[in-house]
């Protein structure tokens, strides 16, 4: 399992732009599937965007799509949240998650960063 830490939640605009950062800890960064989940009360946690392992697929919810990114650097064992033009709807508490290579499920998680977004 890996150790992660979320950083770079705060207010944004509707319309402007944020980045979450997500740094891990182990030596086998680079051999996780990574995720951005974000859950609002009351409501289960949700699967945003996904890279995995290697970087080569990404995939994200019909709701980013096309407007959040999710780039990873495995040599400084990070991953990112892109968020351009997030919507009011985006406002949630935000947790990077791994999933090792040969696993079904997502078991490391970080504490989570509050994204708000103001209309």
């Known amino acids: 399992q890996l150790q992660l830490v979320e950083s770079g939640g705060g207010l944004v605009q509707a319309g402007g732009s944020l980045t979450l950062s997500c740094a891990a800890s182990?030596?086998?960064?680079?051999?996780?599937?990574m995720g951005w989940f974000r859950q609002v009360p009351g409501k289960e946690r949700k699967l945003v965007a996904f890279?995995?392992?290697?970087?080569?697929?990404?995939t994200f919810d019909d709701s980013v799509k096309a407007r959040f990114k999710i780039p990873r650097d495995d040599a400084k064992n990070m991953v990112y949240l892109q968020m351009n033009s997030p919507r009011a709807e985006a406002t949630a508490m935000y947790y990077c998650?791994?999933?090792?290579?040969?696993?079904?499920?997502?078991?490391?998680w970080g504490q989570g960063t509050q994204v708000t977004v103001s209309s």
């Open positions: 890279i995995s392992w290697g970087g080569d697929v990404t």
């Open positions: 998650a791994a999933r090792g290579k040969t696993n079904f499920d997502f078991d490391s």
């Open positions: 182990g030596r086998t960064f680079s051999t996780y599937n």
